[in-house]
């Protein structure tokens, strides 16, 4: 059994197979100094393209004529956020944190339902059509009730993040394990592996791109459902804010909590590419190479 276990070395001397496998990770890991070009490049386009629009926006505001309460010029919005830059806060605050509350517990909830649908094909076969189903439920239609049920608190506004980010979650947590290469799996079993050490060693791992895929995906949605959550009824949050702010005619502060959820938004997603990169590295390097 060991001698079919073995594999043939290439030819050459032990220094130039060394050599090649340097070779091959330096390919593997470019060079910081490689990538900050790309990362300085989309950056600028990003900001002269923000900037462009802001400019354009900006301009026609004030050639056209059009009045403050319908559409306001970005230097009024910026304006009207400094002014109630304390309120913007308050309100910022207990939104992120309903969101970032929300999106932890559905991402427990999503991996752990994820693992057990993966072990147990019963429990998916079971469960599955019924996260399909729950996705034709109209959001609009739940957050009132939960509201009624739940009151103006946190526990409706957690409610909603979950069931829109759990779904997106799951599934792609899924389709990574679905992904698995059968190859590798009969081979750690060929070697013995259990069925605990190949999850850990190859299905969680090869899951892991897919699964961040989902993190992405979810977390803007998270946001989302915090703001109209707030919309619905709350006491304090940006979605509440802008609320009030349209029924007081203030068309500024209305697009300024909309720019503060874009950011907020951004700020997150960007979290997540960060994680990614750190968690899973060889992922992105790979894909580099190909």
Known sequence: MDRLLELPLPAGSPHRREGQAVDCSARLRPALH???????????????????????????????????LLLPAPSRVASALVDAREEAWQHTSTTLGEALIGFAISVVAASLAGVVMDRFGTVRRTIYPLLVGSQAVPILAVTPLL????????????????????????????????????????LLRTMGASASQIFWKLRLPSALPRFFTGLRIS????????????????????????????????????????????????ALFLLIVALEAVTIPWHKAARTVA
């Open 219 to 266: 977390v803007t949605y998270a946001v989302i459902g915090a703001v109209y959550g707030e919309y619905v009824g709350a006491f304090d949050g940006l979605g509440i804010w802008m609320r009030t702010s349209a029924n007081l005619f203030r068309t500024d502060l209305v697009f300024g909590a909309v720019a503060i959820v874009v950011v907020i938004s951004v």
């Open 147 to 186: 509201v009624l049920w739940f009151g103006f608190g946190l526990l409706p506004k957690v409610i909603v993040i979950v069931l829109v980010t759990f779904f997106p979650i799951t599934v792609a947590l899924l389709d990574g394990f679905a992904g698995t290469a059968a190859e590798a799996t009969d």
């Open 34 to 68: 490689e990538r900050l070009p790309a990362l300085v490049r989309r950056a600028l386009t990003l900001t002269v393209g923000l900037a462009g629009v802001l400019v354009v926006w900006e301009l026609y505001c004030r050639l056209s004529g059009v009045s403050p």
